[in-house]
């Protein structure tokens, strides 16, 4: 919750200037997720510009409409030209009652309107200390993939959000994030097959530009989910530009 709209295309003019001297390398995407305040304003300027970003909203309400006073619906989102939702967030799983059911409709809800999930996974500290840290995110992508058609698994993002290093001042390294990513990766295999490989998962926690490349080099972390530093274009387009 951060920028309102004049804010955001400020922000975005910044990205812009950026790009023009540091264009995304080959190969990698690269989306923005600005609050619904914002996401009007953001989608003309990328598209007037004709800038090199996808975007992407916070969450989305399951339902296509009804009597959900404050709620946004994936069918809104898809005309504004968003690409990717995000389902599942920690916060919104923290603050907002967010269960692993409601995940699972909010995904439906993305998928049917032709839109991208990127769902977020993770584990609190309580979790990972008893040692169920796997078994809490195995859980959480069963709840939200099994019995899908291979191909949305296939386009579907997973994002590892490790909880317990979330501003609580512990730091999860970049082979935190591997053997988190590698397990997902293994459970895609079981519930999709060979198309599990396809998934991009990436990795969500205080990811900054002085670890990212270091988490990137790692074999099952295809990308990241970036929180504050996103807030700062020098430092959110170092990020993008991080050596893979």
């Known amino acids: ?24 390398p080959t190969g990698r995407e ?13 989608q003309t300027a990328v598209e007037t510009d004709h800038l090199p970003i996808s975007l992407g909203a916070q969450t989305c309400h399951f339902d296509d409409r009804g009597a959900f006073t404050g709620e946004v619906s994936a069918e809104m989102l898809a005309k504004l030209g968003v690409i990717f939702t995000i389902a599942g967030h920690s916060e919104r799983r923290r603050y907002c009652g967010e269960t692993d059911e409601i995940v699972r409709k909010k995904i439906d809800a993305i ?45 579907c993002v997973i994002a590892y959000e490790p ?28 519930i999709a097959g060979p198309a ?4 991009i998962l990436q990795y969500g926690g205080s990811v900054t530009p002085e670890n990212a490349a270091e988490i990137l080099a790692e074999p099952d972390v295809d990308g990241l989910l970036v929180g504050g530093a996103s807030l700062d274009a020098t430092k959110f387009m170092e990020i993008v530009g991080a050596a893979h």
């Open 30 to 42: 690269m989306s923005i997720h600005p609050p619904f305040t914002s996401l009007r304003t953001v």
């Open 163 to 190: 909880l317990w290093a979330i501003g609580t001042g512990e730091t999860a390294s970049a082979a935190d994030a591997q053997e988190m990513c590698a397990a997902i990766r293994g459970e895609l295999r079981e």
């Open 196 to 199: 599990g490989e396809e998934t």
């Open 1 to 24: 919750m951060f920028e309102n709209h004049f804010e955001a295309i400020k922000l975005l003019q910044e990205l812009a200037a950026l790009l023009r001297s540091h264009p995304i």
């Open 111 to 155: 998928f049917r309107h032709k839109m991208r999930p990127i769902l977020c996974v993770g584990e609190s500290a309580d979790e990972r200390s008893a040692g169920e840290a796997h078994v809490v995110v195995a859980g959480q992508i069963r709840a939200a993939l099994e019995d899908r058609p291979v191909e949305q698994i296939a386009s």
